[in-house]
């Protein structure tokens, strides 16, 4: 088995569903919004060779748990404390894979969230930026979330993902599921590509960005689902709605749950 096989079938086993290789060159030069934390590759690790992207399937929504004290600053740091369960996971699973290379093979690899790791998804050809910016996959539609293990590892990059899922998709002709789902309107109609950077999901509008408050909003409130005082399920109504991420629903919740 080559050396990137190696490492998918070990990526499957640490608990991930998806894998892939990106071209880093060409998520050197893609542009980002600039308040999200987020970096280029070789802003992260300069000798990285290869960037990995892998992908764990969300089959309950309490994966989906944030918790936070008020105060300033985004996802990836500021003032504000925030733990999300879905971050730590996926980064968890990474370090171990991590931990197999450099111990295994000698290979220095580290994982991160600051760079575009939709883009860089994509890139490997895991899947289609959907016009509600998520990466909406053939297999799990957009129930994913996803990390980038950068390493020193010769790996050849898989190609970019050719579909436009969102043009293909009979529920979506009229109108964008997705779009009509979110009930702040902050999801821009039509299609991600060609949308500056940051643009597409007007940030303010949407109430994953007012978890952060200390008093919320009454007109937030109502679809943040608390769990705690200071603990959410964050807002997924735009994902939940891609028909592509129904196979969820109709067969691997059911297995998850033991039900079938
Ligand atoms: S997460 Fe919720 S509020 Fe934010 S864009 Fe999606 S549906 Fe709208
Ligand atoms: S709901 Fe429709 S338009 Fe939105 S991402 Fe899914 S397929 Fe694309």
Same mark, same amino acid.
């Given at each position: 088995m080559d050396l990137k096989e190696e490492i998918r079938a070990k990526a499957?086993e640490k ?10 060159? +060409? ?25 990995i ?42 370090w171990r894979l991590a931990q197999w290379l450099w111990d295994e093979k000698g290979i220095k690899a ?39 293990l950068?390493s020193t590892a010769?790996l ?57 408050? +200390? ?46």
């Amino acid at each position: 088995m080559d050396l990137k096989e190696e490492i998918r079938a070990k990526a499957m086993e640490k608990g991930f569903q998806l894998f892939g290789v990106s071209d880093m060159d +060409k998520l050197e030069t893609v542009e980002f919004p600039t308040d999200r934390g987020l970096e280029k590759p070789s802003d992260f690790m300069a000798d990285a060779r290869s960037l990995i992207v892998m992908g764990m399937v969300i089959w309950d929504e309490g994966m989906n748990a944030a918790i936070c004290t008020p105060g300033t600053g985004d996802f990836s740091g500021g003032e504000a404390e925030y733990y999300n369960l879905y971050y730590e996971t996926v980064e968890t699973r990474a370090w171990r894979l991590a931990q197999w290379l450099w111990d295994e093979k000698g290979i220095k690899a580290a994982p991160t969230h600051s760079v575009h790791v939709k883009v860089a998804a994509y890139l490997a050809g895991l899947g289609f930026i959907g016009h509600n910016t998520q990466v909406i996959t053939p297999e799990y539609g957009p129930r994913v979330r996803w990390i980038a293990l950068l390493s020193t590892a010769e790996l050849e990059p898989d190609k970019p993902f050719t579909r436009d899922l969102c043009a293909e998709q009979p529920l979506c002709q009229k109108e964008s599921l997705c779009v009509k789902a979110c009930p702040y309107g902050a999801i821009i109609p039509g299609p991600s590509q060609g949308v500056p950077a940051g643009e597409k999901v007007i940030y303010d509008k949407c109430v994953v960005s007012h978890e952060l408050e +200390k008093d919320i909003n009454s007109k937030w409130e109502k679809h943040i689902r608390r769990i705690t005082e200071r603990g959410f399920m964050e807002c997924t109504l735009c994902n939940l709605a891609c028909p592509y991420g129904k196979v969820l629903d109709q067969e691997i919740i059911p297995k998850k749950r033991g039900l079938a």
